[in-house]
């Protein structure tokens, strides 16, 4: 069984779109992360949520937004596509109590904006 | 700034030639350092976790040590099923419970 998945695997839409990416962890995680990795592969932390608190990293635009129907998903709405908004998106799950905080990510969604 | 630098970008070794990957960081209120592999297309893979300085962890040809200021990851007679990029990161604690890590930019290991 896959830990956490996410869908699509690849997604290429036009400017000015709206999209989403879905993450699913089967690992009973309380806290569930969105990543951003650019074309020189630099990961940059997004958001990091679980149902306590959403901690949204400053520089992320606010036509992304997380959404999480339940403990075990974490999607990402992103509104009015970039071209710069082109990367690969990562979601993450962790367990936040017991002082173990090991981040397991998804396979990676690629966007591609034109 | 909190800053995780990770060097050499980029390393070549022969097989069975042993190497060390260096992750400096420059962080306050460090609650942990993490190492991941990450393979063409996929998504980082956790390695290891080191808390404190003195602290080691192992795991086949792979082991990562850990001081005040820096962490080594040491590649014993690498083979090639060991090429990949290897990411550390470095979790703070900072407002948040979750304590979000940031990520050097990584050494892309060929053997």
């Known amino acids: 069984d896959t830990a956490v998945s996410q869908t699509p695997k690849y997604l290429v839409t036009q400017m000015g779109n709206d999209k989403s990416i879905k993450c699913e962890q089967n690992l009973g995680h309380d806290t569930m992360y969105w990543y951003k990795q650019d074309s020189k592969k630099f990961l940059k932390i997004m958001f990091s949520?679980?149902?306590?608190?959403?901690?949204i990293n400053e520089t992320v635009p606010n036509r992304f937004s997380p959404k999480s129907p339940d403990k075990a998903h974490l999607n990402l709405h992103i509104n009015s596509l970039e071209l710069g908004d082109s990367a690969v998106y990562f979601c993450a799950s962790s367990q936040s109590s017991g002082g173990y905080f090991e981040q397991y990510f998804g396979p990676g969604t690629r966007l591609t904006v034109t | 700034e909190d800053q995780v630098t990770q060097s050499p970008e980029a390393l070549r070794l022969q097989e069975g030639e042993s190497s060390s990957l260096n992750c400096s960081y420059t962080?306050?209120?460090?609650?942990?350092l993490f190492w991941y592999r990450q393979d063409p297309g996929k998504g980082p893979e956790f390695l290891f976790t080191?808390?404190?300085a003195g602290e080691e962890k192992e795991k086949e040809r792979l082991k990562a040590t850990l001081t005040k200021k820096e962490s080594f990851l040491h590649i014993t007679a690498p083979k090639p099923e060991d090429s990949a990029t290897y990411l550390c990161?470095?979790?703070?604690?900072?407002?948040?419970?979750?304590?979000?890590?940031?990520f050097g930019k990584g050494t892309k290991l060929s053997v």
């Open positions: 949520y679980n149902n306590k608190e959403l901690i």
């Open positions: 080191l808390y404190s």
């Open positions: 962080v306050s209120g460090l609650r942990g």
């Open positions: 990161a470095v979790r703070m604690n900072y407002g948040g419970s979750q304590g979000n890590l940031i």
